[in-house]
Nanobody, 116 residues
Framework: QVQLVESGGGLVQAGGSLRLSCAAS????????MGWYRQAPGKQRDLVAT???????NYADSVKGRFTISRNNAKNTVYLQMNSLKPEDTAVYYC??????????WGRGTQVTVSS
């Protein structure tokens, strides 16, 4: 079993920065890729960014050039550095792990609120 715990959310003014962290524990060896998704009130959960074991990254168009995903394999942690935040980035951000069995695991989420 894999457990994911997010941290780093909060309230920030537009133009500010936040860094989210996602610490994985349990069956770490079974994780293929990890990523961040977000869900605003009344909207579906959307991809923000993903990173593979080998370090390949993928971003939603809306965050390209502003957000950076990275991972520290020694600490089993994935980060999301968010710069130039906009009010439309306000959402609950969820950490996701893709498991080699084809299943996936979600964290509980962390709230990010960007004020205008």
């Amino acid at each position: 079993q894999v457990q994911l715990v997010e941290s780093g959310g909060g309230l920030v003014q537009a133009g500010g920065s936040l860094r989210l962290s996602c610490a994985a524990s349990g069956s770490i060896f079974s994780i293929n890729a990890m990523g961040w998704y977000r869900q605003a009130p009344g909207k579906q959960r959307d991809l923000v960014a993903t990173i593979t074991k080998g370090g390949s990254t993928n971003y939603a168009d809306s965050v390209k050039g502003r957000f950076t995903i990275s991972r520290n394999n020694a600490k089993n942690t994935v980060y999301l550095q968010m710069n130039s935040l906009k009010p439309e980035d306000t959402a609950v951000y969820y950490c996701n792990a893709k498991i080699i069995t084809g299943s996936e695991k979600w964290g509980r989420g962390t709230q990010v609120t960007v004020s205008s």
